[in-house]
């Protein structure tokens, strides 16, 4: 049974940080690139980052540049998202994401709320 499990989420205040993590288990996670993607109210669901399979590469979209950091444990079967300096722009459930060829799994979310 195919499971991706969220945590980390919260409520921190603008300018605080966030480590978002993802357990992985059922497939073969060290085969799959990772994602993680947010949904704000109202909406639609973007890609905030990706990592290659063996992490030797990964891509923010540009609003996350400088901010954001995506990384994995292949051992740990984990993907983690550490986000700094974040805005109320940056409120919105995060997902965590598997995807290899036409195989796609996703996670419930955690939700961010970014609050003074």
């Known amino acids: 049974q195919v499971q991706l499990v969220e945590s980390g989420g919260g409520l921190v205040q603008p300018g605080g940080s966030l480590r978002l993590s993802c357990a992985a288990s059922?497939?073969?996670?060290?085969?799959?690139?990772m994602n993680w993607y947010r949904q704000a109210p109202g909406k639609e669901r973007e890609l905030v980052a990706t990592?290659?399979?063996?992490?030797?590469?990964?891509d923010y979209a540009d609003s996350m540049k400088g901010r954001f950091t995506i990384s994995r444990d292949n051992a740990k079967n984990t993907v983690y998202l550490q986000m700094n300096n974040l805005n109320v722009e940056d409120t919105a459930v995060y997902y965590c994401?598997?995807?290899?060829?036409?195989?796609?799994?996703w996670g419930q979310g955690t939700q961010v709320t970014v609050s003074s």
């Open positions: 990592i290659t399979s063996v992490g030797d590469s990964t």
């Open positions: 994401n598997a995807k290899k060829r036409f195989l796609d799994y």
């Open positions: 059922g497939f073969a996670f060290s085969t799959y690139s």
